[in-house]
């Protein structure tokens, strides 16, 4: 078993991995997704970079010293996280892997789908989890938003639910086919008083009882929802330690919120890493 | 502990209380809930007769669940004098709670 998965190898996430390996802790770094970092075109305001350095390549270079060190930096989507008593589940399309802790580094997602509805009918037909809020819509018209790994995983989940879904790409391609009907046009509106009754497109309009979000890259919030971790505005709230409400779970970076800059992001990998290795050497102690 | 609400009990301990009542709406096979549960007993514990903390299993009891159009779970909803004051979904913190009920 894997002491500890690192979630996304941006600042935080490979900071937390550099100090892990230094504590002799035997660490996994999984990620996609290169974060807000890899479009950022230049940093000036970072320490040692006398003439600025690209957002890309210093996020490159981060992993290149990961994997110098004897890391391992797997490039998979993290598409679920669960958590049985004894350790931690994490899911890729192919892969699944057990730790003992979990640190999540994902970066903050901007919310790329805020159009008209979204927010008020959150709850209300409009749902980022099949597993959790599935059993409302059995036999229903489902819609599910997205076009990668994460929608599939999502989209396999639905299928046990209903016949009637039709999936939204909102303009992206699909990356692998799918048995339903597909929608490529951009949402524009969610439709619904107290409940959602359908969405706008911009060349269509289409009924509905329930649309699922699985949109891009899962985000912290995405994997916070499908374990019982607290969300406030997004933000994974954790206590001093960087730990979650749920035991061995822990989050850094941008996806704590706070200062969305890449100094705090480091801070923060290396006081995680500080606090899980703390942890594991209590769970050393107990199983003795 | 939270009081478990039936459509038997609801009217009583819900519409009719005269203090401020939060109701989770549950289920066994929700893990979100599973981290919410305890969170919602230690409340009940805590603002002992401040207000009313109740659990509704939306699978013993689909059709308030149905009439207060849950569709995500766990939903939080704060009734004051039989009304609905205030919802949340997903797991929330006890003091986050308590700010909705005003204790």
């Known amino acids: 078993m894997i002491d500890t998965i690192i979630i996304g190898k941006g600042a935080a996430g490979i900071t937390a991995a550099i100090y892990l390996k230094r504590y002799n802790k035997n660490v996994l770094v999984i990620g996609k997704d290169l974060g807000a970092l890899e479009k950022t075109v230049k940093i000036e305001n970072y320490y040692g970079f006398p003439t600025g350095i690209d957002g890309k390549e210093l996020i490159q270079n981060g992993i290149t010293q990961a994997k110098h060190l004897g890391i391992d930096v797997y490039d998979e989507e993290v598409v679920q996280i669960d958590n049985t008593l004894e350790y931690f589940l994490v899911t890729t399309p192919n892969h699944e892997y057990k730790a003992k802790t979990v640190l999540i580094a994902?970066?903050?997602?901007?919310?790329?789908?805020?159009?008209?509805?979204?927010?008020?009918?959150?709850?209300?037909?409009?749902?980022?989890?099949?597993?959790?809020?599935?059993?409302?819509?059995?036999?229903?018209?489902?819609?599910?938003?997205?076009?990668?790994?994460?929608?599939?995983?999502?989209?396999?989940?639905?299928?046990?639910?209903t016949k009637d879904i039709t999936v939204f790409t909102e303009g992206n391609e699909l990356t692998a086919p799918v048995k339903h009907k597909v929608v490529t046009d951009k949402?524009?509106?969610?439709?619904?008083?107290?409940?959602?009754?359908?969405?706008?497109?911009?060349?269509?309009?289409?009924?509905?009882?329930?649309?699922?979000?699985?949109?891009?890259?899962?985000?912290?919030?995405?994997?916070?929802?499908?374990?019982?971790?607290?969300?406030?505005?997004?933000?994974?709230?954790?206590?001093?330690?960087?730990?979650?409400?749920?035991e061995g779970l822990y989050a850094a970076g941008d996806a704590i919120g706070g200062t969305l800059q890449l100094t705090k992001a480091s801070y923060d990998g290396m006081m995680a890493a500080m606090h899980i290795k703390n942890k594991l050497n209590d769970l050393k102690r107990l199983s003795k | 502990m939270a009081?478990?609400?039936?459509?038997?009990n609801f009217k009583e301990v819900v519409l009719?209380?005269?203090?401020?009542?939060?109701?989770?709406?549950?289920?066994?096979?929700?893990?979100?809930?599973?981290?919410?549960?305890?969170?919602?007993?230690?409340?009940?514990?805590?603002?002992?007769?401040?207000?009313?903390?109740?659990?509704?299993?939306?699978?013993?009891?689909?059709?308030?669940?149905?009439?207060?159009?849950?569709?995500s779970i766990p939903t939080l909803v704060v009734f004051k004098n039989g009304k609905i004051v205030d919802h949340a979904v997903g797991v929330h913190s006890k003091e986050d709670l308590r700010k909705m009920l005003g204790v």
């Open chain 1, 187 to 246: 949402i524009i509106e969610f439709v619904g008083d107290d409940v959602l009754t359908g969405v706008k497109t911009e060349n269509g309009s289409y009924d509905f009882d329930g649309v699922f979000i699985a949109l891009g890259t899962p985000s912290a919030a995405d994997f916070a929802l499908r374990v019982g971790a607290i969300l406030d505005n997004n933000n994974l709230v954790v206590n001093a330690s960087y730990q979650t409400n749920i």
């Open chain 1, 106 to 161: 994902t970066g903050k997602k901007r919310s790329p789908i805020n159009v008209k509805g979204f927010k008020h009918l959150q709850g209300k037909g409009i749902s980022f989890c099949v597993t959790c809020d599935g059993f409302f819509f059995r036999n229903k018209r489902l819609a599910l938003v997205g076009y990668n790994d994460f929608m599939l995983h999502e989209l396999s989940d639905m299928e046990l639910l």
């Open chain 2, 16 to 71: 009719k209380s005269d203090k401020p009542v939060l109701v989770d709406f549950w289920a066994t096979w929700c893990r979100p809930c599973q981290m919410q549960g305890p969170i919602v007993d230690q409340l009940a514990s805590e603002v002992k007769d401040l207000a009313v903390v109740a659990k509704l299993n939306v699978d013993d009891q689909q059709e308030l669940a149905a009439e207060y159009k849950v569709m």
């Open chain 2, 3 to 8: 009081i478990t609400i039936t459509k038997e």
